[in-house]
């Protein structure tokens, strides 16, 4: 429970200055001990005091088991200053001491004791007692810990700035590659620890691939990996170096990397919760985030484009589209349509749009101040109102409307159109004078005769009229163009109006290409004020916009006037001043390299995350993420070329005792494949993988009612031949392949996958229609090719596990195949099915060593 | 976990080692490494979904919960108010009053006064435990009933079977351990039975409800997806069980194989029983969903054939035989309770529905001797108004309405909890959603308050910071 002192002093500070947390102490409990007059003291003894031990102290005295509330009554400090919601005890006041209004349980859920109304005498005795003053001679101080400053909690490692590190130099010079390699060796000395040897050259190239791109290397790649290798074994820099630049460059490492960003963005393709409705323009976001990473694009302007793309100037219409889309990020979170109050289905959605954007970038759970401070970080609820006021000045385009939906979208909403040429609006303080903003330009005027022209076709056709009201004078211009050169409006009105057209969509800066995406665009621009405990009719102080007080931001942040202040935040979140951007990153990208992060609660770097085993690690790797122009190609890069990364997975009994959980790396961890590999790794095996991305989605193809019953899952469940990535990822109907194989939940930022293994997976690999059908594709993959069957068997064994099988496994497999053939009354084409099948089946699939 | 990391002092109450800890740590354990003597370092695998300790002694090893989807009016069933029948027609908060539309009686020993409307439940009102002062937060369907499952209507949180789960694991490897029978797909969908953000295994199996024998209204198989009318991939296509077994003889050799190796990996000792659960799963599974063994008398009993009550006669049958064969948790559900029209004749179809089969239910489970450790739920999302715009009907009611328990340790034959005079809200022993939640774990052996998970750094709870058990009701 939160120390109530600080809590009603951040109540306090919060109705007032702009000061955070101070110490302070309350006037009540600096007072010497009251005079209290015999008959007063009797009083209170005969009918105050056993009626709070007896009814009480149970859930509010420092005896209690747990203290509810913040609120201790066994003391008089403690009972005059009251617990989370405020004063308990305003001495002569009975309006002002909620301890009375309890006993008298008028406000919702708040009668005390719970369920157990006292007796009308004993609360006039209360009352009476509130009047004469309470008189009170429970001198002490209360129990409850102090919550320290904030300077004491900038001292905190995480709000700590990233600061420059020394490489170190460990004892054992020889082992190290890389800069990298010399702080996990220096760890590893500290704690006594060896390292093992390197992987086997098979073992590290799957690593490699299935790290970088999802995707197991082909046979060929591994014989020749293998070959290069030598018959020693011994991996050679420039081999790995040689399969790296290429993995990096191809399309799949960003389908691989993109869907990691995609679990923390809580990716989704549909509204879920309490009415389920999709997202058709929600796939351009993931294919926003796959083009980004592929492109190498700078880890801070990813960001940035997420948080306020809408705002960032844009070169032509395709960067334009692209920072549109891109803030799809804030529009996809989970949204329960059927709320009827239009200012609390807004507040959610700022709310999720706060948890996601600090949980993602910052690793930190700024939403919990929603309703109180922030229990364990230093983190006020006056921060999070400040950086809510920025999102609720945002109108946030999900794109399902009201139209349809059965009428049962109570909160419709419409998307953003993209353009297809775009002229950038001028400088935004003109604007505010009142300076004409929209499109046109010089050399398109719309002249008398084009107006009259126009006019006349509007006449005949008053949706035309409409339509024309919301052009600009250049759009006019070009609509008149396109009529007179051959009636093309009618195909772009055609296009236009996938959707129903709406008088509150957007219009678009710019022409519109016909195609809509999800995102955000700046609203009224206000502050917002607090909602006392997140409730909505209990409105405090209104806050200045503005960022996180512990992280360095000072004061309200400085805002385009007319802005929201989504730009000013998104240059905030990657300034390189700020102390987790590049931090939270790293660890990321040393994450899903290692299998657990140097934090190993990677969306928590406050203080009931975990603390970093190896904090100077952390720090060079940030720096060097900095330094690279926020590279996340070259973080990888620098990281898998290291020995470390090379290490193999086997033990050391020495090691294992002194380390057993292995936070110092002096062995690979063996990791499970995540349910994206398994798919495309049996797909990629079978050979019938498909390469080329999906276009859209299935998604697309839903129609507007609620998704989920029978028939419109079917589409969702079709069999597709495209990677994982592309599988229509909607809320509460996830692909089968992926939902039993521990998919992150799209409804939840997810920053580390749980790995589960229970009998259902194992049914899904002996049963379902796709894991057979893959086999069998597979096993007819090698019937032309050899009929000797050590040949197939060898050949299979690579195909499926990258690796040849050693004397024994091809014995037994041959064993296996003709008893099957022979015994079982099966072919040998049905034996090599079965076979393929346990491959796929086998332990050894679905992990990397 | 990481040894760095420091206490912190400023939580007043650190946090213990959660079952998430446990369930990453095992020690203790059984299986092949035991048996193959292997060195300490691959910690014994512990399948997440064995049977766990609860905090102390448990009262209910199952739970069935009747869920009855649309808000049943408590004030025609459970509820008896004579003020709504002498006063109808005067003015009422939402409209004029509507009186009762089944008469009240006075039911067996107890004497609880129960409708006519439930005939039958009514002959067992001395097992039931009516909660007459339940509340909720919000009047919507879709809110309600999601908090309902998961206490959240606000965020996607886990669901009350999969914390179940969580807390407890369940007896019988060879089933899931959390089943729901005919969940609605839309309000809310999966996320009803679904697990947010503890490990997805904790989720529960939707099938849809046992095919019937004879033709039942629409609206009694609304929820059939006609996907799953079974747990998936549960059968083979191809191979024949003797050609299943040796290929998995092959697969299971690899993987002794692996863990044998050099670094090996206890979640390899768990593929490996995972396959074995899966194979015995195959045989079992069909077994348990089979109902053409049970007897024409219980067939009967429960009203399987019979009009009406046919469909959710299966489903209750189907959840005896989930229970029988150790499933944790059991959901059935049943809807078209949304009366907002049609009061008196809906009251009665919906009723005759499912009458008869929780009747057959409790006398089942009772003859078998399970009702003592089995906690039967029954009710709704919300209840009903005692006024409305219409004399045949009636709106949405969060603030009052009712809900039974049965078996397992709680109180029979009692009532707890008011409304006032009409009905419309509860005002004595009131019981909350979150407190119903609390009463359930600690039905099962759970602290509500104790049986946390951590995630995104901080320990959540079923009930979030509310929730109590009265201790009136517990026998």
Request: charged share 25%; hydrophobic share 40%.
């Amino acid at each position: 429970m939160l120390n109530l002192q600080m809590q009603l002093l951040a109540r306090r500070v919060l109705a007032g200055a702009a000061i955070v947390v101070a110490p302070l102490t309350l006037a009540a409990a600096e007072k010497p001990t009251e005079k209290i007059t015999p008959d007063q003291l009797a009083f209170f003894e005969k009918k105050i005091r056993p009626v709070l031990v007896a009814k009480c102290y149970k859930c509010h005295s420092a005896e209690s088991e747990k203290v509810k509330g913040g609120l201790l009554l066994d003391t008089r400090e403690g009972t005059r200053m009251g617990g989370a919601t405020g004063h308990a005890v305003e001495p002569g006041d009975l309006k002002g001491s909620l301890l009375i209004t309890a006993l008298h349980g008028e406000k919702k859920d708040s009668l005390m004791p719970p369920k157990e109304k006292l007796p009308p005498e004993v609360i006039a005795d209360f009352e009476k007692w509130v009047l004469m003053g309470a008189p009170d001679p429970r001198d002490g101080k209360t129990k409850a810990a102090k919550k320290p400053d904030l300077a004491e909690a900038k001292n905190f490692w995480s709000f700590q700035p990233v600061k420059p590190v020394a490489v170190p130099q460990p004892k054992d010079a020889s082992w190290s590659t890389l800069a990298v390699d010399r702080f996990v060796r220096q760890k590893q000395e500290e704690k006594q620890l060896t390292p093992v040897g390197e992987a086997d050259p098979a073992t590290f190239l799957r690593r490699l691939h299935f790290d970088l791109v999802g995707l197991p290397p082909s046979p060929e790649q591994v014989q020749e990996f293998v070959k290069e290798c030598g018959p020693a074994g011994r991996i050679p820099s420039a081999a790995v170096e040689k399969v790296v630049e290429k993995l990096l460059a191809s399309a799949q490492f960003g389908e691989r990397w993109g869907r990691h960003w995609l679990d923390v963005a809580r990716y989704g393709e549909s509204c879920g919760k309490e009415r389920n409705y999709a997202f058709p323009e929600a796939w351009r976001y993931r294919d926003y985030v796959i083009a980004s990473v592929n492109a190498d694009k700078p880890y801070d302007q990813f960001i940035r484009e997420q948080v306020a793309g809408d705002l960032l100037p844009a070169k032509d219409a395709g960067q334009r589209n692209e920072q549109l889309i891109a803030t799809g990020f804030l529009a996809m979170g989970p949204k329960g349509l059927n709320e009827k109050n239009r200012e609390a289905f807004l507040m959610e959605q700022v709310d999720e749009q706060i948890d996601v954007t600090t949980r993602a970038v910052l690793g930190l759970t700024v939403s919990c101040a929603r309703c109180h401070d922030h229990k364990f970080d230093p983190i006020p609820t006056r921060d999070y109102y400040a950086v809510a006021g920025i999102f609720k000045s945002t109108e946030t385009h999900f794109g399902i409307g009201g139209g349809g939906n059965n009428g049962k979208n109570r909160q419709p909403s419409t998307h953003i159109p993209l353009v297809k040429s775009y002229t950038p609006p001028p400088p935004l303080a003109k604007s505010a004078e009142g300076v004409q903003v929209a499109s046109a330009s010089s050399e398109k005027k719309l002249t008398p005769e084009m107006a009259a022209k126009l006019k006349k076709l509007a006449d005949k056709n008053p949706r035309l009229t409409e339509r024309f009201k919301q052009m600009s004078e250049a759009e006019k211009v070009e609509a008149y163009e396109r009529i007179e050169g051959g009636g093309k409006l009618a195909r772009t009105a055609k296009k236009a109006g996938k959707y129903p057209e709406t008088p509150d969509a957007p219009k678009p800066v710019g022409d519109p290409s016909g195609e809509w995406a999800m995102g955000v665009l700046d609203g009224k621009a206000a502050d917002c004020p607090i909602y006392v405990r997140g409730e909505l009719d209990e409105k405090g102080p209104i806050i200045p916009r503005g960022f996180v007080t512990v992280l360095g931001a000072t004061g309200p942040a400085k805002i385009t006037p007319g802005q929201s202040g989504r730009l000013e935040l998104a240059r905030w979140l990657t300034s390189p001043e700020n102390p987790l951007t590049a931090r939270v990153m790293a660890n990321r990208v040393w994450q899903h390299l290692f299998g657990e992060g140097i934090v190993s609660t990677p969306d928590n770097f406050g203080a009931t995350g975990e603390r970093p085993s190896n904090p100077e690690l952390l720090d060079y790797l940030a720096n060097r993420l900095v330094s690279n122009g926020w590279s996340l190609k070259q973080l990888v890069r620098e990281i898998v070329l290291s020995r470390t990364y090379r290490l193999s997975s086997a033990s050391d009994a020495k090691d294992f005792a002194t380390d057993p959980d292995n936070d110092f790396l002096w062995r690979a961890n063996q990791r499970r494949l995540d349910a994206e590999a398994i798919r495309d790794g049996i797909l990629a095996a079978s050979g019938r993988l498909d390469l080329t991305p999906a276009r859209g989605s299935a998604v697309s193809e839903m129609g507007d009612a609620p998704l989920g019953k029978g028939g419109k899952t079917s589409q969702l469940t079709a069999d597709s031949r495209h990677r994982s990535v592309y599988l229509p990822i909607v809320r509460e109907l996830l692909p089968e392949a992926l939902d039993l194989f521990d998919f992150a939940e799209p409804s939840l930022v997810v920053a580390a996958r749980e790995v589960t293994t229970v009998p259902s997976q194992a049914l899904y690999m002996l049963n379902s229609p796709f894991v057979y059908n893959n086999a069998a594709a597979m096993a007819k993959r090698f019937q032309g090719t050899s009929a000797d069957l050590t040949e197939r068997i060898q050949t299979a064994y690579l195909t499926a596990l990258s690796r040849s099988p050693t004397a024994a496994e091809s014995a037994r497999a041959e064993a296996y195949l003709k008893a099957h053939a022979a015994e079982r009354g099966g072919s040998p084409e049905s034996a090599l099915t079965t076979f393929c099948q346990a491959l796929f089946a086998s332990a050894e699939f679905r992990y990397v060593k | 976990m990481n040894p760095n990391r420091p206490f912190d002092c400023r939580q007043v109450q650190p946090p213990a080692l959660t079952r998430r800890d446990l369930l990453k740590s095992v020690s203790a354990g059984f299986g092949y490494l035991a048996f193959a003597g292997l060195s300490a370092e691959a910690a014994a695998y512990q399948s997440p979904s064995l049977p766990k300790a609860p905090h102390f002694p448990a009262r209910a090893k199952r739970v069935i919960f009747l869920a009855m989807q649309g808000g049943p009016s408590h004030l025609d069933t459970f509820d008896y108010k004579p003020l709504l029948k002498s006063d109808a027609g005067k003015p009422g908060d939402k409209g004029k009053l509507v009186a009762p539309v089944a008469e009240f009686k006075q039911r067996g020993q107890s004497g609880l006064w129960i409708s006519d409307a439930f005939p039958k439940v009514a002959e067992h009102a001395d097992e039931l435990c009516l909660l007459r002062g339940m509340h909720t937060d919000i009047p919507n369907h879709p809110q309600a009933f999601v908090q309902l499952h998961t206490g959240s209507a606000r965020f996607v949180r886990p669901s009350l079977g999969a914390w179940a789960l969580y807390g407890l694991g369940t007896e019988n490897q060879n089933l899931p351990g959390y089943m729901t029978i005919a969940a609605p797909i839309a309000l809310g969908g999966a996320q009803n039975y679904g697990s947010a953000f503890l490990p997805a295994s904790y989720q529960g199996t939707r099938i849809d409800a046992p095919p019937g024998t004879v033709a039942v209204a629409k609206k009694n198989r609304k929820n059939d997806t006609g996907m799953n009318q079974g747990i998936g991939n549960i059968h083979n296509a191809h191979l024949s069980p003797e050609a299943q077994r040796s290929q998995l003889d092959l697969v299971q050799s690899m993987n002794r194989d692996l863990l044998a190796s050099a670094g090996a990996n206890s979640e390899v000792e768990g593929i490996i029983e995972s396959y074995e659960l899966a194979f015995r799963m195959q045989t079992e599974i069909p077994k348990v969903m089979d109902m053409s063994k049970e007897s024409a008398a219980t067939l009967s009993a429960y009203g399987v054939g019979q009009g009406e009550s046919d469909n959710f006669a299966r489903q209750c049958i189907m959840a005896r035989r989930f229970a029988e064969a150790g499933v944790r948790f059991i959901e059935v559900c049943h809807q078209g309770w949304d009366h907002h029209s049609g009061l008196k004749s809906r009251i009665a179809s919906s009723c005759a529905a499912v009458d008869q089969p929780i009747a057959a239910l409790l006398a089942d489970l009772k003859q078998r001797d399970l009702l003592k450790d089995t906690l039967v739920i029954w009710g709704g999302e919300f209840g009903r108004t005692p006024g409305n715009g219409s004399a045949d009907g009636r709106g949405h009611n969060a603030k009052g309405y009712s809900m039974w328990l049965a078996g397992a340790g709680i109180k029979p034959g009692i009532s707890y909890g008011a409304t006032d005079d009409h009905g419309g809200a509860a005002v004595e022993n009131q019981t909350h959603v979150h407190d119903l939640h609390a009463i359930i774990l600690n039905q099962l052996g759970l602290d509500h308050e104790k049986l946390t998970y951590r995630y995104a750094g901080r320990d959540f709870r079923l009930t979030d910071v509310y929730g109590s058990v009265p201790k009136a009701i517990l026998a």
